[in-house]
């Protein structure tokens, strides 16, 4: 069986976008900026750091052909590169380091660059004719769009495992706060006593204190009372395995993710597939997967990168009131009017077989 090198074989994005689409054997093939990562972990304790995880080069083998996501080849393979935002990805590492990386998506070793949105390719694009204009039309030839692939978990709608004296909402995703999870919180705080046919998954670690929100441990203290507060209603799970995050999708009637901050959004494929609508917010990619048609959407000011606006703490907190009055209103609509889940499911079916034979 064929070859192809990855850096991160382990890695969510890389499941998601390339090893479900090429019948090959992946192989993890270690370089000098996975042992430069492995050093900086040892020293600080951070696991992480995009300059470290933005480049690779092997001297051993520079045959080998080699597919990354948002990873710059420095070497002489032949490979491609998936990306969610821009190319070079290497954080606040100097302009040289940026310089050397364009390069290496100009020349003809590098054979494809796939961005994962249409949102994606609109902002690499803006960045090279800003940044990089020499290579703007060398770069563009190469770039493509290719939304994530997502199988159906259902084949109709009447598969799914409703409870019918309820109607189930479910959240996925670490970034509790990110993904919009306090706001969803509040939300459910006002509407349970009233409708106490609600309820609640929540499948996320309840990170906090990300960049978009800003939120701090008194925040993740009043989401565990909430959640306490109405047990019967709110499920929380730490931890669920991939296959078992599916499974509650099949068994709920809506999808959330009313996020701050997100470049795509995978969740609301994976909802969308279980024949479940997903409220959403309307930021970068999210409106090529998601609308008013097979969901709903809601409109918060943006930048021209397709961010939300929350440049200081008046921002952030004006979006965090948007979202609340704008959940309130689609989830109070959803109450009085719940066939509109199942007609809304049945498109998401239809969309998301309409999506794969695009792919």
Known sequence: ???????????????????????????????????????????????????????????KDQQTPCVFFNSINLGRNPWEVYFETTLPRLGKAPKFFYDIAVK???????????????CAYELQLAYLKTTYPKYYGIIKE??????????????????????????????VGADFFRKGGREV?????????????LQLNI???????????????????????????????????SRLPNNEVLDLFKKSHVGLLPTWADSFGYSV???????????TTDI????????NDIGWIINVPKLKSKDAILINKEERVKFSKLLISSLTIIINDILKSPGQIEIKGKICLEKIIFNNNEI
């Open 203 to 237: 499948v996320s670690s309840l990170n906090y204190g990300d960049y978009a929100t800003q939120t701090t441990v008194e925040d993740y203290k009043n989401a565990i009372k909430i959640i306490e507060k109405h047990r019967a209603h709110i499920k929380h799970y």
């Open 104 to 118: 290496q998506l100009a020349k003809d070793n590098c054979k494809e660059i796939i961005a994962i949105s249409q």
């Open 185 to 197: 919180l509040q939300v459910f705080n006002e509407l349970i006593p009233k409708y106490p046919q």
């Open 284 to 291: 970068r990619a999210l409106p090529e997967v998601n609308d």
């Open 1 to 59: 069986m064929k070859q192809i090198i990855t850096n991160n074989p382990n890695g969510y994005n890389e499941k998601r976008n390339i090893f479900s689409r090429h019948s090959v054997d992946f192989v993890y093939k270690r370089d000098v900026f996975d042992l430069g990562l492995k050093i900086v972990h040892k020293l600080t304790r951070k696991g992480y750091h995009p300059f470290w995880k933005g480049l690779y080069y092997n001297f």
């Open 142 to 171: 190469k770039m493509v769009v290719k939304l994530p692939p997502q199988p159906l978990l259902i084949e109709n709608y009447t598969e799914k495992q409703l409870p019918q004296d309820k109607i189930v909402f479910t959240l």
């Open 269 to 279: 494929l994976e909802a969308q597939a279980a024949g479940c609508p997903v409220i």
